[in-house]
C-alpha cells in the first residue's frame, strides 16, 4: 500500500503529524520557511528594488 509521504523525507506520513512523518520533519520544513529557503516565484521586482534615476529623498515641490 502506498500511502501519503513526508514532503520532507519521504517517509510514510504520522496522521498525528500530517502532511509530515516526525516532529524533526515539520521543524525542518518551518526552518524552510522561515529561512526564505522556500519562494513563490515572482514577476515582480523585490519591494526594496527602485528603479534607476529615480530619488527617493528629494522634499517634495
Known amino acids: 500500500m502506498n500511502g501519503p509521504r513526508c514532503p ?3 517517509k510514510p506520513m504520522d ?3 500530517k502532511p509530515f512523518c516526525s516532529r524533526r ?3 525542518k520544513d518551518l526552518n524552510r520557511w522561515l ?3 522556500y ?3 515572482s514577476d515582480e521586482p523585490p ?3 527602485v528603479e534607476p ?3 527617493t ?3 517634495p515641490d
Request: some cysteine.
Open 8 to 10: 520532507v523525507c519521504g
Open 15 to 17: 496522521i498525528k503529524l
Open 25 to 27: 520533519c515539520a521543524d
Open 35 to 37: 529561512s526564505e529557503g
Open 39 to 41: 519562494a513563490i516565484p
Open 47 to 49: 519591494a526594496n528594488d
Open 53 to 55: 534615476g529615480f530619488v
Open 57 to 59: 529623498d528629494s522634499p
